[in-house]
């Protein structure tokens, strides 16, 4: 069985701060997906990044930035420069894909993510 | 880019009344999900289609059915709803036989049962 583990269930920074958001995944396939996204106040999901388990590359994108590392079954999330619309519920999730039961996302619990002017 | 549509986005009922929730998936995508997701929790899975057949189940209870209209567009019945059921339910779509799996969400619907 798949599971997502976000250590961290809140916290609290300053604008400008950076911030990571750390994310350990289990499963035993040897293919998979890992998935981040943002829940704001308002209640949407909204998709940040998909990553394959081939694809260790990290990935910059503006002020975010994703570390994935195998090895450490880790695919952490770094906030440069947070600001205060950064702030909302983080989720991380794991996808198998490959039939049966494995197409749904399994989620972390989340972080919540709180930028202080 | 056109989204995942949801409607309603607010629902108020009361126990053992039924609801239906509707989804209308983005252009093209082939496969529709469910998520619930309680009070200060994380989405759970509900259930899946495929080209218009059930794919995966999750926690979904026996109360609960879903379908998927030929248009691709998918609700989810609910019935005798309990105060527990009170909750955001997530309907996602993604282009699974392009292997795109991309799940994106749809804004929502916020069931309150009292």
């Known amino acids: 069985a798949q599971k997502v583990t976000q250590a961290q269930t809140e916290i609290s920074v300053v604008e400008k701060e950076d911030v990571t958001l750390d994310c350990v995944y289990e499963?035993?396939?040897?293919?998979?997906?890992l998935f981040w996204y943002k829940q704001p106040p308002s209640g949407e999901l909204v998709f940040l990044i998909r990553?394959?388990?081939?694809?260790?590359q990290n990935e910059i994108s503006g002020r975010y930035s994703w570390n994935f590392q195998k090895s450490t079954s880790s695919f952490n999330f770094t906030i440069t420069a947070s600001q205060v619309v950064d702030s909302a519920v983080y989720f991380c999730?794991?996808?198998?894909?490959?039939?049966?039961?494995?197409?749904?996302?399994?989620f972390g619990k989340g972080t919540l993510l709180t930028v202080n002017p | 880019a056109a989204g995942v549509i949801q409607s309603p986005r607010h629902l108020i009922k009361e126990k053992r009344e039924t609801a239906t929730l509707k989804c209308y998936p983005i252009?093209?995508?082939?496969?529709v999900y469910w998520y619930q997701q309680g009070p200060g929790q994380d989405p759970q899975f509900l259930i899946s289609?495929?080209?218009?057949?059930?794919?995966d189940k999750g926690s979904i209870p026996d109360r609960f059915s879903a379908q998927q209209f030929s248009d691709y567009h998918s609700e989810l019945n609910m019935s005798s709803l309990e105060l527990g059921d009170s909750a955001l339910y997530f309907c996602?779509?993604?282009?699974?036989?392009?292997?795109?799996?991309?799940?994106?969400f749809g804004p929502g619907t916020r069931l309150t049962v009292t």
């Open positions: 990553r394959n388990s081939f694809d260790e």
């Open positions: 996602a779509s993604s282009e699974r036989a392009g292997g795109r799996d991309e799940q994106y």
């Open positions: 252009p093209r995508h082939d496969t």
């Open positions: 289609f495929y080209e218009k057949m059930q794919s």
């Open positions: 499963t035993r396939d040897t293919t998979y997906y």
């Open positions: 999730a794991l996808y198998l894909g490959g039939g049966g039961s494995n197409y749904k996302l399994t």
